[in-house]
Structure formats: structure tokens, C-alpha cells
């Protein structure tokens, strides 16, 4: 992985600025162009041809184009022998070159010969035009800011607030966004006139106009028609290659061994290529009292596993004094905050894997493609439960209010009811004046859910979750908490096709009444240990709420969630309230998480990132 930035003007001071600003991004190597049309620079991390000749900004043959990348093409080798038959010959033996020489042929289209996770922009000398694109699914980060004839871009936001003329101003809709989903959909920031370029986009920006395009977007149908045995076996060989294609690198790698029944799937594939992996798992430092075997469950199923299958694993564990000596460094990766106290686990496990692995691979992914969340079988029992008679509806609603739950509609309706924090709470702890309630179901209503929607109730939901949480949050805090560590995460899982395979396979055999991921535990049953297949989800499980208990932490919340901390957010919370809330949890006599670690990561970035508030 790598950093990419560049800018519309010359000024080699600012380029050199928002290199070291990422320095975290790319230690191997650092390059800088500058023209007075558009200037470069780049961060190297050296993952595929060690050499010189991988160095960037790299130029075509003839010196009219240049490209800054970050990521990885795992078709490289192919594209590359397909442009040899075109005239094409190559210096080096990395996949940066083959993207640029793929440029020089296919022009924009392009991206649509590319199986990676990338983010790139090439300056055309010739035509005065800067081509941006993003990978597929979103794995790989891409910022930029446009304002007063000033086009400003890079993987992370931080570098583009190193031009002093960039605004820090609050997006009030991003805000609340935020408070709501506790992250911020694409294409929106944190900052007000700071954009992502969405996944599966490319963006041209020519005589000072800036266009985007969509270049690919998976839908539901053209179902397979095979057995499901059938589409279990193909499945399984798809993950298996998906797997082979990430294992190219000329640094070591590993794997993030999570306990559950992806990242095992990634396991056993990378077995069948390897003779030996290095795994990594964390755990929590907390005593017997405090649910350690609960809260651990996973760590030492992943230990087990990783017994299974004879791999060099490793294990770190997170204490309480982590949260507060990592918490601020965290945030501060970020970029814009993403309320999980799971970010502590990546950013530990990142630090602690890197003198081992420069890779690493994980199991991102099964979840939103396979139906693996609680919430999409609830679903599924919702769908079912609708078409009872009315009447015996109308009856279980009066004796239970969960069974009226179960009468939401599909649709946005049903993904607000999982995915949305109670607007009774927002309103307890945001001030009026800040707080909007209709702006983000208004927004997820036009990005994500089109009247043309196809696919059942539970697809839709599987799909908005992929387009919008998966890029947003997920995958954006994996590679923040991965590269602050200098750290490559690759997600073999969100392999291109396999993707486009995935969104082919029948719902029925992804989510029923009574079972998740159905084709995938069929696929690998037999094959990964059996007592994987009846593990509740967990996830990455932090212990937060315990942590918020803790005297340590308690008081650094504390002195957080205050007024007083920085002034800019002062009149945004009603900040008695918040204080009571967290003392109510410290007491356990309530339990008040959420809110809580949204306001202590939104605190901790505005503060460290000095936003300004516009009143």
C-alpha cells in the first residue's frame, strides 16, 4: 500500500508537506513532481518489486503521462502478457506499470480490466487531464477538495489540510450522519468541501472542471441455476483462486485470524498455496469477573483453529491502559470519526503484526455477501412472519411489541429499524440547533435504495449494507487501523468476481428462517473445523462498555465529554447529560455504550483535527 496525493498549481513545499504527513502510508520510498498544471507525490510501501524501478510518481515511455497507485492488481500478470501482444514492453516487474500501460490502450475503460484494490490518478501532459479511480468495492481511500479553482487529492484527509487555504469546517449533514449511523456515507466527509470518490467510480478533471463517472455496480439477478451442491463446490474453488491471486508479494505475509468462519475460509484456502502461514489474533487483558471468557471466546477459537492447521500464530492482548494511551492515535488515523471500539483491537494488532508480516490478509466481506448478520435472518423472519393473516398479526402486535416490530416494511423502513441510533436518545444528548432527524433517512433514501431496487427484502438489505457500511466504515477503519502501522490489508473475500459470483447465488441459499451464510458453511463443511459452524456472530468483540468502567478511562472519558474540552464542540451536547449518562454506566445503572463512544470519537477527532464550527 501505499499514499497518493497531488494538486492542480506548483508548489513543491506542499507537495513535500503532504508526503510526510503520510509518512505512516509508505516508509520504503517517497517521490515528488511538480508543474504548474498539476503536481505529484507519493508514499512507497514496497510490496511487489523491491527495486528502483518501482519508484513513483512513475512515467509511460515516453515521458506524456504519469501515474501515482496505491494498492494491488491481482490481474497484473495477465494484463501485462495481453499488452505485450499489443506492443507494449515492460521495465519492471510491478503491477503500477501495467496500470499505466493499460491507460495508454484502453484509455478510461481501463478500469473495468482491473481485479485489485487501488486507488490512482494519472496526469496526461498532453491533453492537460487527470484521470482518478477507485477500486470496486471501496477498499482502498481516495479524497479530494474543490473549491476557488483549486483541485486538491489524496488518501488521506490529513495530507489535504496541509494546504492552509483548505477550510476545517464541520459538515453539519455529515454530522448528523454520524450521530445516526455512527459513521459517514460516501461520497460525503466530515469536513464540509472535502469529498470521497465513491467505489467503482473514476473522476476526470480537465480545465478546471471535475466529472465522475460509475464504472461498475454489482445487482441481484441472473440467478444460478445449478444445485446447491454445485454452486457449493464452484464457490469454494472461487475463494480458493481469489485466495492464490492475493498471496503474490515479495515481503511476508499473513493473516488476521478472527476465530469466525471467514477468516478460517481464508485459512484453509491459503493452505492449500502454503505450507505454513503466520496468523495473528488479539484478546483482552480483563479478569474472570469481568467476562474474559465471553469477551475472548473468539480469541481462543482462533488459537484453536490456528492449532488445526499448523500456523506460526501469534497472539497480543489489548488492556484498559491501551484505550487510553491508543484511543487519541486512533482517532487521529481516522481521518473522521468512525464511533467502534473495535478500532483499538486493528490498531493494536496492526502495530504488533508488522515485524512479522508487511500483508496481511483478512476475512472482510463473507458477511455482506453470504448473509452472515443476525439482522438479515431477522429480516427473513420478518418477511415471513408479514404473510401470516392479519388478524393473528393484529393479535401478537397487542400482546408483544417486538411482534409489531415484526410488521416493519422492507425497504428503508426495515434497514433504519438495525442500522439507525434511536432518535430518543439523539434528542436527549444533541443540542436542537445541531440536530437534524430527517437528513439522513432522506439521504440513504436517495443513494441506496432506488424504486428499480430488485431482489428480496433481505438481499436489499445485504446490498445497502455493501454499498454503504461495508466502504464507509468497515473497510475505511481497516485500512486506516492497518496502514498507521505501515501494514497492507487485502481482502481476498471481495475479490472482484467473486463479488459478481455472490450476488448471482439464489437468496435461498444465503439466508432462511433458521440459518446464515447457508452456501458458504455447505462450501467449507468438512474442510474448516466443524465446531466453527455453531459460534453466535461476534465479530470483531470488543469489551468497551467494560473498558468505559475502568478509573483510568473513566476519567479520561470524563474530561472528554466535557464543554470545557474544546470549545468549538461546546455547543453542540448538552454535556450534563452526558456526563449522567456515563456515570449511569459506570454504576451499571444503565448501559449507555453507543452514544457514549460516538461522542468520545467525535470529541478526540475535532479537537486533535481543530475544527471550526459554523454558527
Known amino acids: 500500500m501505499c499514499g497518493i496525493h497531488g494538486f492542480n498549481f506548483a508548489d513543491k513545499k506542499l507537495a513535500e508537506a503532504m508526503v510526510e504527513r503520510c509518512h505512516h502510508r509508505g516508509p520504503d520510498d517517497r517521490g515528488v513532481f511538480v508543474s504548474p498544471q498539476m503536481s505529484l507525490s507519493h508514499n512507497r510501501l514496497a ?10 510518481p512513475m512515467w509511460n515511455e515516453d515521458h506524456t503521462r504519469a501515474i501515482v497507485f496505491n494498492g494491488e492488481i491481482y490481474n497484473f500478470q495477465e494484463l501485462r502478457e495481453e499488452l505485450k501482444t499489443r506492443g507494449f514492453s515492460f521495465v519492471s516487474d510491478s503491477d503500477t506499470e501495467v496500470i499505466l500501460a493499460a491507460y495508454d490502450e484502453y484509455g478510461e475503460k481501463c ?36 473549491q476557488g479553482g483549486k483541485f486538491i487529492f489524496s488518501s488521506e484527509i490529513k495530507a489535504i489540510l496541509e494546504h492552509p487555504d483548505v477550510p476545517r469546517f464541520l459538515h453539519r449533514e455529515a454530522f448528523n450522519h454520524y450521530l445516526r449511523v455512527l459513521y459517514v456515507p460516501e461520497p460525503l466527509t466530515m469536513f464540509a468541501g472535502i469529498h470521497r470518490l465513491p467505489p467503482g467510480s473514476f473522476a ?25 451442491e454445485e454452486i457449493a463446490t464452484e464457490l469454494r474453488g472461487r475463494i480458493a483462486a481469489a485466495v492464490k491471486r492475493q498471496l503474490v508479494s515479495d515481503r511476508p505475509l499473513g493473516l488476521y485470524l478472527s476465530g469466525g468462519i471467514d477468516s478460517s475460509v481464508v485459512l484453509w484456502s491459503m493452505r492449500q498455496a502454503r505450507d505454513k ?43 484498559p491502559h491501551d484505550v487510553v494511551e491508543n484511543m487519541e492515535k486512533a482517532v487521529w488515523h481516522m481521518d473522521e470519526p468512525i464511533s467502534n471500539p473495535t478500532a483499538l483491537s486493528m490498531f493494536k494488532i496492526a502495530s504488533f503484526s508488522k515485524p512479522h508480516a508487511d500483508v496481511v490478509l483478512t476475512g472482510d466481506g463473507g458477511d455482506e455477501l453470504f448473509g452472515g448478520y443476525p439482522r438479515f ?11 401470516l393473516p392479519v388478524f393473528f398479526r393484529r393479535l ?83 485500512d486506516k487501523m ?22 448471482r447465488i439464489p437468496p435461498r441459499y444465503k439466508v432462511s428462517f433458521g440459518d446464515t451464510k447457508i452456501i458458504l458453511k455447505e462450501a467449507f463443511r468438512g474442510h474448516v473445523p466443524e465446531y466453527l459452524f455453531d459460534q453466535p456472530k461476534r465479530g470483531w468483540f470488543s469489551p468497551g462498555a467494560k473498558w468505559l468502567r475502568y478509573p483510568g478511562v473513566h476519567e479520561f472519558v470524563r474530561e472528554i465529554l466535557s464543554e470545557k474540552y474544546y470549545s468549538e464542540t461546546a455547543e453542540l451536547f448538552d454535556w450534563p447529560v452526558l456526563q449522567k449518562l456515563l456515570e449511569e454506566h459506570r454504576s451499571r445503572e444503565g448501559y449507555n455504550l453507543t452514544i457514549l463512544w460516538a461522542a468520545l470519537t467525535f470529541q478526540l477527532w475535532a479537537k486533535q483535527y481543530r475544527v471550526k464550527i459554523e454558527r
Not at 480490466?113 to 482502498?140: E, P, S
Not at 439507525?420 to 441506496?448: M, S
Request: net charge neutral.
Open 277 to 319: 502461514v503466520d496468523t495473528f489474533s488479539v484478546g483482552f487483558d480483563l479478569a474472570e469477573h469481568e467476562q474474559s471468557e465471553k469477551f475472548n471466546a473468539d480469541f481462543f477459537l482462533a488459537r484453536r483453529t490456528a492449532e488445526q492447521f499448523e500456523t506460526n500464530h501469534h497472539e497480543v492482548m489489548l488492556s
Open 111 to 146: 478500469v473495468e480490466k482491473l481485479n485489485g484494490i487501488f486507488a490512482f490518478a494519472i496526469w496526461d501532459t498532453k491533453r492537460k487531464t487527470l484521470f482518478l479511480a477507485r477500486d470496486h468495492v471501496g477498499v482502498k481511500p481516495l479524497y479530494y477538495y474543490h
Open 396 to 478: 401478537a402486535a397487542q400482546l408483544s411489541r417486538r411482534a409489531g416490530l415484526f410488521d416493519t416494511p422492507a425497504g428503508l423502513p426495515r434497514y433504519a429499524l438495525f442500522g439507525f441510533q434511536k432518535e430518543k436518545i439523539l434528542r436527549l444528548v444533541v443540542r436542537p440547533e445541531a440536530l437534524d432527524l430527517e437528513v439522513t433517512p432522506r439521504f440513504f433514501a436517495e443513494h441506496f435504495f432506488s424504486p428499480e431496487a430488485v431482489g428480496n427484502p433481505e438481499e436489499q438489505l445485504m446490498d445497502v449494507t455493501f454499498r454503504s457500511w461495508l466502504p464507509a466504515y468497515a473497510l475505511m477503519l481497516a
Open 482 to 503: 492497518s496502514m498507521s502501522s505501515s501494514v497492507e490489508a487485502r481482502v481476498p473475500l471481495l475479490d472482484r468476481g467473486l463479488v459478481e459470483f455472490a450476488y
Open 204 to 228: 476526470v478533471f480537465r480545465a478546471g472542471q471535475l466529472t465522475v463517472h460509475s464504472y461498475w455496480k454489482p445487482t441481484f439477478g441472473d440467478y444460478l441455476k445449478s444445485s446447491r
Open 47 to 56: 510490496i511487489l518489486d523491491l527495486s528502483e524501478k518501482g519508484h513513483q
Open 377 to 387: 435472518q431477522t429480516s427473513r423472519r420478518m418477511s415471513v412472519y408479514q404473510h
